[in-house]
């Protein structure tokens, strides 16, 4: 069974640029999820999708960050303009159904570095 | 929101020891937990589900769960320098909205 993908595995940007990342979650898995970490601290949800509804975006910075789900399998994060705080690894992790209590599996991330 | 503490270490253990890992949350709902095990530079994978009170056993690794005290740990036995890695104990649900929340993480240095 292939993973979690996503795409570019690293980026280096200016600040004020914009910057997609994109992801391919586990075949049949509805629950999407985009997780912002610093380097030191766990994931932090910045958006959860079932299928290609928003199930939580309540710490995603809308000013700057948007983020879809188009059909309900593939998904893009976009930031724009980027901050240097904006640093950070961004993953993405897939889970099933709730029957196995919302099991992630990650994908391997963009390493993401504002300058 | 809900709350996941742990110690962020390192925790520093000798090849072959017992290395144990703690986790207690705030949410009286959650009914699973998950450990995840992330390598410096890797994202993190999933080693441990656990879903009811007690023990869970699979290979080298324990998971407890004591739901009434809100606290799940992980045990390793006979550690071995490959565990050396960042733990992340993370609440699940068993139903109904879930917004994941993770730990900042356990450091665990497994020295030869």
């Known amino acids: 069974e292939a993973g979690v993908a996503q795409s570019p595995r690293y980026k280096i940007i200016e600040k004020r640029q914009s910057v997609a990342f994109w992801c391919n979650p586990i075949s049949g898995h509805a629950t999407l999820y985009w997780y912002q970490q610093i380097l030191g601290q766990g994931p932090k949800l910045l958006i959860q999708?079932?299928?290609?509804?928003?199930?939580?975006d309540s710490q995603l910075p809308k000013d700057r960050f948007s983020a879809e789900r188009l059909k309900g399998v593939d998904s893009t994060l976009k930031i724009q303009p980027a901050k240097l705080e904006d640093s950070a690894v961004y993953l993405c992790?897939?889970?099933?159904?709730?029957?196995?209590?919302?099991?992630?599996?990650f994908g391997p991330g963009t390493r993401l570095t504002v300058t | 929101q809900k709350e996941v503490e742990q110690n962020s270490g390192p925790l520093s253990v000798p090849e072959g020891a017992i290395a144990s890992l703690n986790c207690t949350y705030s949410?009286?709902?959650?009914?699973?937990f998950f450990w995840y095990r992330q390598y410096s530079g890797k994202s993190p994978e999933l080693i441990m589900s656990i879903y009811s009170n007690g023990d869970k056993e699979d290979g080298r690794f324990t998971a407890q769960l004591n739901k009434a005290s809100q606290y799940v740990s992980l045990l390793i036995r006979d550690s071995q320098p490959s565990d050396s890695a960042t733990y992340l104990c993370a609440p699940g649900s068993s139903g109904g909205s879930y917004i994941p929340t993770f730990g900042r993480g356990t450091s665990l240095i497994v020295h030869p």
């Open positions: 992790a897939s889970s099933f159904a709730i029957l196995q209590g919302y099991e992630q599996y």
């Open positions: 999708f079932q299928n290609n509804g928003v199930v939580d």
């Open positions: 949410d009286r709902v959650s009914q699973s």
